[in-house]
């Protein structure tokens, strides 16, 4: 050990790496974070959580319309931007004071500062210092991408600034079709701005079920979201307070605000990984790692964003705390990364579990759809044109539950709960068995007897 100054330098303090410094500290290791920027990382600085704090805040505004049709007489309501922003900035500055004061509580020494490396066991601090460290975890996480270059690119904000606009935009572009799109599509309109989101493909949100893109699409076309997709933005020109967004359809759109989020890079850029000896994944740009979070250099570890592998807090943080557990811990962990529930807090909301239909059918033989869309108890009277969607997807043969795909109020809350089940294997007899709970959306999950559609793959001749 007198080698080196500590155990572990952790690059990095957002949510895998603050996870992986507390738990090798409680293992008894000497443990040193850098944080560059603010501790909590992307989710609590400026993702997950200042984001559900807008889109709460948004919703608002559906609950208000809505409560007409129960006999409210709502006075007209006003909103207030900078309110918001006030708020939702003092409540982040209380977590990243938890998160110090937590870290520091277990005993890890937190160092605000940017690091990189000098060579494989020794960190470089900006304050000029050096640590030698006998292992160091590599969780930078990763930054928004603007993609190609194109005329007026320095006028576009991504999901970073879109949390501190001094004022709300009255007119909105945004391109991309991801999950980062689409919730603050629905934040901003919520708030009252008016929204175009261009996506270059046929439908939104890539990857996810069928059925849910089609119907997130309609739902958020009914709130007034213009969706237009099959173009990209060519060109942003700026006159004055407002912009021109310019298509590649030949079209343009003009607004007070034009929002990217078209996808995330993983930061590895001037680490000094190639002082380190640290490969990088050619496929998706990520640090390499094996299924122990390894890289090619075998006392650094990496977790989180930085692999680009599922880019999600609880991801990341499961993994920080497998890399602590295995090094530190005499436990060796490795993080299984199948069926990982997501959600979409769009409006409506999506949640989903394990395979899309598409999927399913490309891996079994026989697969069940049971399927419902149905109007929610709240919009018989509220008079609003919305519907919820459940669905299963079912291994034929063995009568496994291998998905479940929801769209409608708290479709993230029931998410999480079916998840157990999908996750331990559940089949849809135990669905059946289980009782429904009534009056709930939910209960259509264990109600639903006869497959709407049912799937054979012929054998190959
Ligand atoms: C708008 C948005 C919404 C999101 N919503 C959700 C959601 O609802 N649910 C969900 O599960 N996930 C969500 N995510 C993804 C989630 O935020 C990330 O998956 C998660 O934060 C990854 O954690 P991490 O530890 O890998 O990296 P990060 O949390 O990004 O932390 C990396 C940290 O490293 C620091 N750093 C980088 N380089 C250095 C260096 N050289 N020296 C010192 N410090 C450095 C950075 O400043 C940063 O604080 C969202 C992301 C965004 C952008």
């Not at 030949?250 to 490969?279: D, H, T, Y």
């Amino acid at each position: 050990m007198a080698e080196y100054d500590i155990d572990l330098f952790v690059i990095g303090g957002g949510s895998g790496g603050v996870r992986a410094a507390r738990i090798a500290a409680s293992y008894g290791a000497k443990v040193m974070i850098a944080e560059e920027y603010r501790m909590g990382g992307t989710c609590v600085i400026r993702g997950c959580v200042p984001k559900k704090l807008f889109v709460i805040g948004s919703h608002v505004r559906q609950e208000l319309e809505d409560a007409a049709g129960f006999g409210w007489t709502v006075p007209q309501a006003s909103f207030d931007w900078p309110t918001l922003i006030a708020n939702k900035d003092e409540e982040i500055a209380r977590l990243e004071a938890a998160y110090t004061v937590n870290v520091e509580k277990s005993g890890a020494r937190v160092v605000k500062t940017r690091a990189v490396f000098e060579d494989s066991h020794t960190l470089r601090l900006a304050t000029g210092e050096t640590v030698k460290a006998d292992h160091v975890l590599i969780a930078t996480g990763g930054a928004p991408d603007h993609g190609a270059e194109i005329p007026g690119i320095e006028h576009v904000i991504s999901s970073n600034d879109a949390f501190h606009l001094p004022e709300l935009p009255r007119r909105v572009v945004i391109q991309g079709g991801g999950y980062i799109a689409l919730e603050f599509a629905g934040i901003f309109s919520g708030f009252g701005s008016d929204v175009t989101v261009i996506y270059r493909g046929d439908n939104i949100l890539r990857g996810f079920d069928e059925d849910i893109r089609v119907q997130v699409r309609a739902e958020m076309e009914k709130r007034g979201i213009t969706i237009l997709t099959r173009c990209t933005v060519t060109k942003v020109a700026r006159h004055g307070k407002e912009f021109t967004t310019h298509l590649s359809n030949g079209s343009s759109i003009a607004s007070e605000q034009v929002m990217f989020a078209i996808g995330r890079i993983p930061n590895v850029a001037n680490l000094g990984l190639e002082k380190a000896g640290v490969a990088i994944n050619p496929k998706n740009g990520g640090i390499a790692v094996d299924g122990w979070s390894k890289t090619s250099v075998p006392h650094i570890y990496a977790i989180g964003d930085v692999t680009h592998r599922r880019n999600l807090t609880p991801v990341a943080i499961r993994e920080g705390h497998a890399f602590a557990d295995t090094v530190f811990g005499k436990r060796p962990v490795r993080v299984d990364h199948a069926t990982i529930p997501t959600a979409v807090f769009s409006q409506p909301e999506v949640g989903t579990v394990g395979l899309t239909e598409t999927e399913a059918r490309a891996q079994f033989s026989h697969v069940d759809i049971y399927k419902a869309t149905f109007r929610p108890i709240k919009a018989t009277m509220s008079g609003r044109d919305t519907r919820v969607l459940m669905k299963l997807v079912v291994d034929g043969v063995s009568d496994r539950v291998l998905g479940c795909h929801i769209i409608g109020d708290a479709a993230a809350e029931i998410i999480q709960a079916v998840a157990i089940a999908v996750k331990m294997k559940a089949r849809k007899a135990d669905f059946d068995a289980t009782l429904a709970l009534h009056p709930t959306a939910a209960e259509e999950l264990v109600t639903m007897r006869v497959p709407t559609a049912r799937h054979v793959r012929q054998a190959a001749e």
